[in-house]
Structure formats: structure tokens, C-alpha cells
């Protein structure tokens, strides 16, 4: 069975200081992984994706996720945080060998960016 | 502009009640998928379709319905059945392949009184 693990329920950083939003997965075979976001009472937006080749990917607003075999994992980071990055970041995973089926999503990881 | 069109956006429902919620898209996507969210849980699977007249069960069906009559249409009935129906439901849809990318649509909030 597929899944995502989001460790921190809460990332707390000021602004101007490196994020990392944590994120593990688990899936037969090779992964397909993808990072949103949302903000209140909104619909979540699409960020970046993994789908093969270079471990590092760069996605929008600055955001980048680094994925690694190993240790199973797709960590969201960007160098230098703004407060209107604070949101709910959810990781999510798709098998690449079972392309019909839904993306299972992590529970989220609200980041709260201070001034 | 091409999107995902959910309503209405707020919903208030007496017990008992079934209430049918929207999701229309003009992105031409063959997949459509309803999740609900609650605090702390993450985004759970409701149903999905891959293709007109054609859905699939996901984690959290019991309780509800949806049909797939139209490419652009995915409406999901909430129904009595449902014991914990108060949530936020998304709606989204991608193309065929598991590389696509999910748009979503900007929710709908159902409260049952």
C-alpha cells in the first residue's frame, strides 16, 4: 500500500532563514512525488513534482525538494523564508507502476514564517 | 480561463438530509477525483474516475455517491448514510497518466446543524 509520512504537524522559522518541510514515503517500485500548498480555505496549489532523473527539483515561488532513494524521502526547502510563505504544505505519492490510481496525500504540515 | 468550478462554496444541512456538491472542469481532463478534508487528517480519498461512465471507491466511500455522465461533470452526493459529514471537500482533476499534475478546485464547506 502507498503512503505519506509529514513528521511535523508545525514548521516555526523567522523570515529570512532556510525552510525544510519534511515529508517520507512508501510505495512499490518507483515513486512519482509532488508538493502543494494551501491556504485558508482555499483549494491546494501545485508547487513542484518528481517524476524521474535529477534528485533536485525546483519548483515555484523559490521552493525546492530534494528526493532520495535511500531514504525514502522528498524534503521541501527553500533558502530563505518570507512570511507569506506561511500555509499547510502537503507531500503526496503516486506508484509510478499504478498510473490509474489516485495520489495519496500526508496529513500536512503547517508553516508558520515570523516576522 | 481553463479551472475547476466547485459549489456551492458553503452548505449548511439538516440531519438526515442528502446534499449533491458540483465540480465542473473546462480543462479537458479525463481523471476527476472528490477528497475530503478535515483538521489534522490530511486529504482523504473519496471516489475517483478515470473516465466517463466509469468510477472507482477510494479510502472513504461509505456514505457517499457520485456519477460520471459528462467529461466535465463530477458531482458527489453527501447522504444520510454519511455519520460525520461536516468537512471541506476538493474536487480535482488531471490528465491520464500518473506524471499529471491534480488541479483543484476552491472547495466546498459543508456544515451539518
Known amino acids: 500500500a502507498q503512503s505519506v509520512a509529514q513528521p511535523e504537524d508545525q514548521v516555526n522559522v523567522a523570515e529570512g532563514n532556510p525552510l525544510t518541510v519534511k515529508c517520507t514515503y512508501s510505495v512499490s517500485g518507483n515513486p512519482y512525488l509532488f508538493w502543494y500548498v494551501q491556504y485558508p480555505n482555499r483549494g491546494l496549489q501545485f508547487l513542484l513534482k518528481y517524476i524521474t532523473g535529477d534528485n533536485l527539483v525546483k519548483g515555484s515561488y523559490g521552493f525546492e525538494a530534494e528526493f532520495n532513494k535511500s531514504q525514502t524521502s522528498f524534503h521541501l526547502k527553500k533558502p530563505s523564508a518570507l512570511v507569506s510563505d506561511s500555509a499547510l504544505y502537503f507531500c503526496a505519492v503516486r506508484a509510478a507502476n499504478q498510473a490509474g490510481t489516485a495520489l495519496i496525500f500526508g496529513k500536512g504540515t503547517t508553516l508558520s514564517v515570523s516576522s | 480561463d481553463g479551472g475547476i468550478t466547485q459549489s456551492p462554496k458553503y452548505l449548511f444541512r439538516k440531519e438526515g438530509q442528502n446534499v449533491t456538491l458540483s465540480c465542473e472542469q473546462n480543462?479537458?481532463?479525463?481523471?476527476m477525483y472528490w477528497y475530503r478534508q478535515d483538521p489534522g487528517q490530511g486529504l482523504r480519498l473519496i471516489y475517483y474516475s478515470q473516465i466517463v461512465n466509469d468510477f472507482q471507491k477510494g479510502d472513504i466511500a461509505e456514505g457517499y455517491s457520485v456519477s460520471r455522465e459528462k467529461k466535465e461533470s463530477f458531482p458527489l452526493t453527501v447522504t444520510s448514510a454519511q455519520k460525520n459529514p461536516t468537512a471541506f471537500y476538493l474536487c480535482?482533476?488531471?490528465?491520464?497518466?500518473?506524471?499529471?499534475?491534480?488541479?483543484f478546485g476552491a472547495g466546498s464547506r459543508l456544515t451539518v446543524l
Open positions: 480543462l479537458n481532463h479525463d481523471a
Open positions: 480535482a482533476s488531471s490528465g491520464q497518466g500518473g506524471r499529471n499534475v491534480l488541479t
